[in-house]
């Protein structure tokens, strides 16, 4: 039996890294607006902006008149300045104050509106890592892309596997620190259908910049359903690979043969290897499997170990599905016509994979 849930997930596009969205409507300061928080950030922003603009141009405008004005000129006598007046320093003290205060009090109340999750919101398990993010739904659907209802106010659940990420989505005008080793939360209730950019912002190594997919805002629970739903066993094993690969592999790795974080794995089966020890491997069944579950066994020259173990995160079926996937970016690798098949008979009919099957998550 195939456990899949919490485990796979599903893009829309064949490309590693999702295109932008389709320019949307927005001002010169901000993209559009589609959450709630947009009506308290937005205006406070502009509050804070305009407030510092009117004391900046004050400020220097006086500044810039008493230079000229008191400059030192030949037959001018320098008149002596007053030396202290209090309702003057009060005025300047107390005055802004009173404004700081104003800004205090609207940003900490947005601030926790932002912190407090409504009680009916539904939960969604965000996991990043370098350098692509995977998202787990109640249902047990999981998505490159994420994917939400419109008006439904939803719960982040946040985990990095590695160092340190930030989810930003610019849209929604919220962001949350994703901290390896704990748990982060944050929520948001999107108020438009459309697509949207969600971003990494915390600089999380040399592909940090790939780290972004697109957030989906559906108008009904159905069309969610429809948009995270993928029929694992009734694709082939190739494809389901492909999306095992999107999900899993290609925060670090090409499927073409240029290099990433590893090695680029378009082209590589049957191909031999050097290895950081000097000797040689050819990429086959047996290399591919031990790759996966014990990553630096037999480390490609030219590469750091720190790609992470698959033991027990990945089962028997979904190890085989990347197989049939990275052999078929080779063009000349003999492909098993049971490959073309559904998943759920072309397991059968290959044969089961040497090893110990891990357990699924």
Partial sequence: MLNLIGLLAQTESESLV???PAYREGSYWFPEAASTFAKDVDPLFMLIFWVSLVFFAGIVGFMIYFVIKYRDRPGHKVEKSA?????????WSVLPGFLLIW??????????????TPGNAEQIQVIARQFNWEFHYPNGD???ELHLVRNRPVEFVMESRDVLHSFFVPAFRQKQDVVPGRY??????????????????EYCGDSHSLMKTNVTVHNTQEERDQATF??????????????????????????TDVKKTGPGLGGIWGKTETLADGSTVEVNDNYFRESILNPGAKLVAGYANQMPSFQGKLNDDQIFWL???IKSLTPDAKIED?????????????GEADGEKPAAE
């Fill in 18 to 20: 999702p295109e932008a």
């Fill in 83 to 91: 030396s202290h007046n209090t309702a003057l320093e009060i005025a």
């Fill in 103 to 116: 800004f205090f009090v609207d940003g900490a109340t947005g601030f926790f509106n932002m912190r407090v």
């Fill in 142 to 144: 999981a998505t490159t």
């Fill in 184 to 201: 982060t939360y944050t929520w948001v209730k999107p108020t438009k259908e459309g697509v949207f950019r969600l971003y990494c912002t």
């Fill in 230 to 255: 993928y029929p694992w066993e009734d694709e082939t094993p190739i494809k389901n690979g492909q999306r095992l690969f999107n999900m899993k592999c290609s925060g670090c790795h090409n499927n």
């Fill in 323 to 325: 197989r049939a996937y």
């Fill in 338 to 350: 049971e490959l073309n098949l559904p998943a759920s008979e072309a397991r059968e009919k290959v």
